[in-house]
């Protein structure tokens, strides 16, 4: 009796101990399978994240690719544009090269008692302007102020700008003597009355251009005797003896400034 008392007891004890280790086992599938899960779905939220990274990178490239395509397409219009730029620079550049080429230095102006007062010093415009106001004896500056009409004139009626300046400064003075000042007439055009009165600086050295290119210094001229010095004395100044001295002094005085 008391064996089967212990043989039940031991089964009994089996029968728990079996228990628990099946409650054991089954725990441990739980927690396995848990794990399982939670691998799983950290290997999709990886797997995930890898595509985004991916699909990104794509489109970030195709970006990068299209953004490349459209710089290197605005760089080549620019660069065309730059280099049509530069050719028409270069033009420009060559055109007044060949023009300053044309014309006489400062330096190399020459001038004489007998030269043609029909050609020009080949001075450019700028040029004649700095000859000019480098001429210490313009205090009133009547000379430079006009320089730009001055020139103008010598190169419409082809006279000589040293000339005609010449002749106004032995006219009327350097600074403008009063009554050439008050009539606009700066070589002494005159009538009977005395000198001419004009109404302007413009209208008066326009009309001394004129009269002497078309009174003394082209053949047919009213007053024509030659293109030199003592040609246009004849006429213009014929009672003096001084006058063609007194100019071309001027005239020098000009040429000595440079």
Known sequence: MKTKKIVKKALRNCMQIVAIISIFIVVILINQKKDETKIAKQYENTKRIIMTENITESTETTENSEFKREEVQVTS????????????????????EAEENNYTKIEDITISKDMDLTVRTGLSKEDFKTLISNVKYDTSKFFYNNSDLIYDLC??????????CGLISAESGWDIAYNHRRTHN?????TKNGLIQYSSEEQGL??????????????????????????????????????VNLVYGRMEQIVNCR
């Open 206 to 243: 326009t009309v001394a251009a004129k009269t002497l290119c078309n009174n003394y210094l082209t053949e047919g001229g009213c007053f024509y005797y030659g293109k030199t010095l003592s040609g246009v004395k004849t006429r213009f100044c014929p009672s003096s003896n001084t006058w």
């Open 77 to 96: 219009r620019h660069s065309t544009s730059r280099s049509r730029k530069n050719i028409e620079d270069t033009q420009i550049e060559l055109e007044k």
């Open 155 to 164: 190169e419409e009626y082809q006279i000589n700008e040293i000339f005609l």
């Open 186 to 190: 700066y070589i002494s055009l005159m």
